[in-house]
């Protein structure tokens, strides 16, 4: 990992909120992700499961985390398993945790912590004292993953060794710890938005006719982990002209022109923790005066809806009052009709053609966030802010997003201090 220490005080308290959900005679099993192959002896770079890493700070591939609070044994209420090291390990990969490093780091007693290999036998110590059996799934209306991953494989495997015992669904439970961010988790937010920030602050003296969408994205990775980021917390999207329109292009191969505007979906992560910002710049350094228009049109619904990420709402009422200020925008751009937007179907607004996705979503160790789109906002939650307005016979994208705080008092743009109002963007460009 590049990222410093986290206090393991936030994982200790992360342990003690769930096990205040759990049924009685309850053992949680978490896993590490797979090690994810390529071709011939490639591998991607590992990335750990969310939830395991919430609740231990183990970074490393092959571990378990099992909890079982009520265990009439204290020494099988934690425990933790690791990936043995060995000399031929430590020259070939390098350093993996010591049981009194990932003591450190987990706040698990090193007496419980073991080997990976000692998983079975120990196990097999607790599970039979245990009624329930928390097991985990990707849990994600917008998942779509083929892969089978070592979560479904275990599913599978622990249903053949213990028939009898009654299984759980883990992730509403992570679902709904998570969504509620602890302030060290928006410190670590913090960090990934302030290293974006660099980013994209040194794009502002960068961008300008001839450029290339690659070029401006290996800016960005230069910045971001020479400040100890692991890299981009999401594909990154630099989209110039009519690239902007698609709305995961990936490309970025393109060059920029002469009065275009470039939209970057571009952001930091840091400690595992993720930003999500969306800026869209003139290539030029000035904006034309349709593209202030439409520019100004996404602005003042992304200020009027960061209004709405307070205590109390909900995720439906939220977008459907974001939808009609952006009907009114796009009636005063001229691309909608008001006579034909109050005939319309009301399941499926005309607003739609020119912003066709949603405002917000979760935000933390995931870019898209878990969470309950029935539940309330609540102080302490994440979201994103990012309406858009795509219009595609003019070539011309514009979104723009930012990360918003929800607190008891209201909320905190986690990003006011990056540049977004039409005349600080233009002053920075062209200062020479």
């Known amino acids: 990992m590049k990222y410093t220490s986290i206090s393991n005080e936030l994982f200790i308290r992360n342990r003690r909120r769930l096990a205040e959900l759990l049924k009685p005679k309850s053992v949680v099993v978490l896993h590490a992700n797979d090690s994810m192959p390529t071709n011939a002896d490639g591998t991607m770079g590992f990335r750990q ?31 933790l398993f690791l990936r043995e090291t060995s000399e031929l390990i430590e020259i070939w990969e390098g350093h993996k945790l010591t049981k009194e490093e990932a003591e450190q780091t987990s706040g698990i007693s090193r007496k419980t912590i073991f080997w990976t290999h000692e998983f079975e036998r120990i196990f097999i110590q607790m599970v039979f ?4 059996i928390y097991l985990n799934t990707n849990e994600h209306t917008r998942n779509s993953s083929e892969v089978e991953t070592r979560d479904v494989r275990n599913i599978r495997q622990f249903k053949e060794k ?46 300008k006719p001839g450029v290339w969408e690659y070029e401006i994205e290996a800016e960005l990775l230069h910045e971001f982990v020479r400040q100890r980021s692991r890299g981009f917390a999401y594909e990154p999207i630099i989209a110039t002209g009519a690239n ?23 952001a930091a992560e840091y400690g595992n923790y993720n930003a999500d910002l ?46 009609k200020i952006m009907e009114s925008e796009l009636i005063g751009l001229g691309l909608l009709d008001r006579n ?93």
């Not at 995931?366 to 789109?373: A, E, L, T």
């Open 162 to 207: 213990y028939p009898l015992h009654r299984y759980e669904r883990l992730a509403p439970l992570m679902h709904y710890l998570r969504a509620i961010k602890q302030p060290e988790e928006v410190t670590l937010l913090k960090e990934a938005i302030r290293i974006t920030e660099d980013g994209f602050r040194r794009l502002l003296g960068f961008i």
């Open 278 to 323: 969306t800026r869209s710049l003139p290539v030029s350094g000035r904006f034309t005066e349709r593209q202030k228009a439409v520019y100004q049109a996404v602005l003042n619904v992304m200020k009027e809806a960061k209004k709405m990420l307070v205590p109390g709402n909900l995720w439906d009422e939220y977008h459907k009052e974001v939808g």
């Open 129 to 132: 004292e245990a009624e329930h």
């Open 49 to 79: 499961n969310n939830d395991l890493f919430y609740l231990s700070g183990v970074d490393q591939e092959e571990t378990i985390l099992v909890l079982f609070p009520d265990h009439p044994d204290e020494r099988f209420r934690e425990v």
């Open 340 to 432: 034909e937007v109050a005939k319309q179907d009301p399941d499926a607004p005309l607003y739609r053609k020119y912003f066709m996705h949603g405002t917000s979503h979760f935000l933390g160790l995931d870019v898209h966030d878990v969470g309950n789109k029935y539940r309330k906002f609540e102080p302490g939650m994440v979201f994103t802010c990012e309406p858009g307005i795509y219009i595609r016979q003019e070539g011309l994208g514009i979104r723009l997003e930012n990360n918003i705080l929800i607190t008891e008092d209201g909320n905190i743009d986690l990003m006011a201090s990056i540049p977004v109002e039409i005349e600080e963007i233009e002053d920075l460009m062209n200062k020479q």
């Open 244 to 266: 902007a329109c698609v709305l995961h292009y990936l490309q970025n191969n393109q060059q920029c022109q002469d009065g275009q505007v470039i939209l970057l979906d571009v």
